[in-house]
């Protein structure tokens, strides 16, 4: 079976947007869509998640309006971005999807969910909360300290934002780095400085707007992050299962924003066992 490490990347037309994606694992079934975090491309997918949800079903994943290899300039709200989104699948022809959203990812899915819900069968929110989440506005000074300290460390600033600094959240995050550096060609292009700085403005805007009206998502929710997100405040996602009607939740222990990454041999398994059979 084509891996991840392997999988060509494509692309299509979406309005007249051309939109780069990867696709993998069995063909047929209700295909499950990824939605990345902050200033991810397609080479930021732990491989051991994509791969192991594709060997029971159909994989795709792929960057947004103006994100890595995707034409066009990313939208300052996450609405747009949900838009954006919901054309990119139905241009590939789809009108049943599931979702797994990392980050802010989750929030886009959320957008997804909320503006077409017939076409959304199950959705993984993972690292996210609920737009209108207190404190997200504290996003941007707790991502600039991260990078202070990343420049200084010379490390990526994920080793800082996604892992807790302990000794197993350290080798965690060596072993996620390690999994992204597994694929070495067709590698996507990076995010730019304008789509960054878009992003970060949505998940401001985002904290800061009203909540939606979470019981308007009706499809079954599996909210998962670690027990110490210093992006996302883990009680954000206890919250939002809370207010989802048909939730489960998992936190998982020692772990951060990155804490499906960090538990991935735990989560897969659940996330197969939420979606169901092929």
Same mark, same amino acid.
């Given at each position: 079976?084509?891996?991840?490490?392997?999988?060509?990347?494509?692309?299509?037309?979406?309005?007249?947007?051309?939109?780069?994606?990867?696709?993998?694992?069995?063909?047929?079934?209700?295909?499950?869509?990824?939605?990345?975090?902050?200033?991810?491309?397609?080479?930021?997918?732990?491989?051991?998640?994509?791969?192991?949800?594709?060997?029971?079903?159909?994989?795709?994943?792929?960057?947004?309006? &103006?994100?890595? @290899?995707? %034409? +066009?300039?990313?939208?300052?709200?996450?609405?747009?971005? $949900? *838009?954006?989104?919901? #054309? /990119?699948?139905?241009?590939?022809?789809?009108?049943?999807?599931?979702?797994?959203?990392?980050?802010?990812?989750?929030?886009?899915?959320?957008?997804?969910?909320?503006?077409?819900?017939?076409?959304?069968?199950?959705?993984?929110?993972?690292?996210? &909360?609920?737009? @209108?989440? %207190? +404190?997200?506005?504290?996003?941007?000074?707790?991502?600039? $300290? *991260?990078?202070?300290? #990343? /420049?200084?460390?010379?490390?990526?600033?994920?080793?800082?934002?996604?892992?807790?600094?302990?000794?197993?959240?350290?080798?965690?995050?060596?072993?996620?780095?390690?999994?992204?550096?597994?694929?070495?060609?067709?590698?996507?292009?990076?995010?730019?400085?304008?789509?960054?700085?878009?992003?970060?403005?949505?998940?401001?805007?985002?904290?800061?707007?009203?909540?939606?009206?979470?019981?308007?998502?009706?499809?079954?929710?599996?909210?998962?992050?670690?027990?110490?997100?210093?992006?996302?405040?883990?009680?954000?996602?206890?919250?939002?299962?809370?207010?989802?009607?048909?939730?489960?939740?998992?936190?998982?222990?020692?772990?951060?924003?990155?804490?499906?990454?960090?538990?991935?041999?735990?989560?897969?398994?659940?996330?197969?066992?939420?979606?169901?059979?092929?």
């Amino acid at each position: 079976m084509t891996t991840w490490k392997t999988t060509p990347t494509q692309r299509i037309d979406v309005d007249g947007t051309s939109f780069a994606y990867r696709e993998l694992g069995k063909s047929g079934g209700v295909p499950v869509v990824f939605l990345h975090h902050l200033t991810a491309v397609l080479d930021d997918w732990d491989p051991r998640v994509l791969d192991g949800v594709a060997a029971h079903h159909h994989v795709i994943a792929f960057d947004n309006r &103006g994100v890595g @290899g995707t %034409g +066009g300039r990313v939208p300052t709200d996450i609405e747009r971005m $949900g *838009a954006d989104a919901i #054309a /990119f699948i139905r241009a590939l022809g789809y009108d049943e999807v599931d979702l797994i959203g990392f980050s802010l990812g989750g929030a886009v899915a959320q957008m997804v969910a909320l503006q077409a819900p017939d076409l959304v069968r199950r959705m993984v929110l993972a690292g996210t &909360g609920p737009r @209108g989440g %207190g +404190g997200i506005w504290k996003m941007p000074f707790i991502v600039g $300290g *991260a990078y202070t300290k #990343a /420049f200084l460390a010379r490390k990526d600033p994920r080793h800082f934002l996604f892992f807790p600094r302990t000794t197993e959240g350290k080798k965690a995050a060596n072993a996620y780095f390690a999994r992204l550096a597994e694929r070495t060609s067709d590698l996507d292009k990076p995010i730019s400085r304008q789509a960054g700085i878009a992003q970060v403005r949505a998940i401001t805007s985002g904290g800061l707007h009203a909540a939606d009206d979470l019981s308007q998502i009706k499809i079954p929710v599996f909210v998962a992050n670690g027990d110490n997100d210093l992006m996302v405040a883990s009680e954000h996602s206890k919250g939002m299962a809370a207010r989802l009607p048909d939730s489960r939740l998992r936190i998982y222990p020692d772990s951060g924003h990155g804490g499906v990454f960090q538990h991935h041999h735990e989560f897969v398994p659940e996330v197969l066992d939420f979606l169901g059979d092929h």
